[in-house]
Nanobody, 125 residues
Framework: QVQLVESGGGLVQTGGSLRLSCAAS????????MGWFRQAPGKEREFVAR????????YYEDSVKGRFTISGDNAKNTVYLQMNSLKPEDTARYYC??????????????????WGQGSQVTVSS
């Protein structure tokens, strides 16, 4: 069984920074890519960022480009999301996810096979 555990969320003022971590563990963890999603109350889960383990290519949702950075540490099976210049509209529960194979629909939650429990990020105005 694969487990993803997020950490690093919290409360921050507008313009502040947070770094989320997602540690993967379990029997023979082998993923193609890792993603970060977020979900605010009453809204659908939305794509934030993705990183492919091989080559490290990254993709971002437009509203976070230039502010968020996704990175990964293969040796530690850990992916990070550095969030700078946070805005109140970034407030949500953030989830990491692992995809075990390629899909062009990487923005869809459906193509990810494993999910963490989420970490709350709250940005005060």
């Amino acid at each position: 069984q694969v487990q993803l555990v997020e950490s690093g969320g919290g409360l921050v003022q507008t313009g502040g920074s947070l770094r989320l971590s997602c540690a993967a563990s379990g029997r023979t963890f082998n993923s193609y890519a890792m993603g970060w999603f977020r979900q605010a109350p009453g809204k659908e889960r939305e794509f934030v960022a993705r990183i492919k383990w091989s080559g490290g290519s990254t993709y971002y949702e437009d509203s976070v480009k230039g502010r968020f950075t996704i990175s990964g540490d293969n040796a530690k099976n850990t992916v990070y999301l550095q969030m700078n210049s946070l805005k109140p509209e970034d407030t949500a529960r953030y989830y990491c996810a692992a995809a075990t194979s390629y899909s062009p629909s990487y923005r869809s939650p459906r193509v990810y096979d494993y999910w963490g429990q989420g970490s709350q990020v709250t940005v005060s105005s």
